[in-house]
């Protein structure tokens, strides 16, 4: 028999510098898969759309203001911990310095990606990278 689960949605920004690179950042300590790098983001709360959802996660975890989000694709991952729809934004205009206000570390990051390890839901994003960018073999390091 298969329980109901509920499903988390999420809202993940994928922040693309004027360069092409993307940045990453880990998951602090105390939260499950800390240490695992993905791109910053974070669960929708009730009465919140994904770009509020977004917006408030930036703010809180890496101190900047995001201007316009475009949402890019969506994906639904089947945790031990959770199902989640992960809400992926491409996000191309921001405001103010990083800050890594829980502790997590940054990289700017192209392909194929060079930290790890990296969270198994941030896996396809790097794939559908490597298919805008025509980027053949590895998209990260195992
Ligand atoms: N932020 C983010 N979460 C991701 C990515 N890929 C992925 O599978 N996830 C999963 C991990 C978590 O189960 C969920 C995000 O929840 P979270 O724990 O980061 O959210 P939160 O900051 O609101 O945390 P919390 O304080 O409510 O626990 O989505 C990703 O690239 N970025």
């Keep these: 028999m298969s329980s109901q689960r509920p499903l988390t949605e999420v809202a993940v920004g994928v922040l693309i510098a004027p360069d092409g690179q993307f940045l990453l950042t880990t998951r602090p300590e105390g939260k499950v898969y800390a240490g695992y790098w993905e791109f910053p ?18 703010r ?12 890019w694709k969506t994906e639904i ?10 809400n992926f934004c491409k996000v191309f205009d921001w405001q103010g310095e990083f800050q890594m206000l ?26 559908w990278f490597a298919e805008e960018r025509h980027h053949a073999g590895p998209t990260h390091l195992d």
């Design 102 to 127: 829980e502790g997590q570390r940054m990289a700017w990051a192209g392909l194929p990606v060079r930290v790890q390890p990296v969270l198994p839901g941030t896996i396809p994003v790097l794939k």
């Design 41 to 58: 983001g974070g669960k929708v709360e009730a009465g919140e759309s994904v770009e509020q959802a977004l917006a408030r996660e930036l």
């Design 77 to 86: 991952f089947d945790y031990p911990h959770a199902l989640v729809r992960l």
């Design 60 to 71: 809180e975890e890496i101190g900047i203001e995001i201007g316009q989000a475009h949402p």
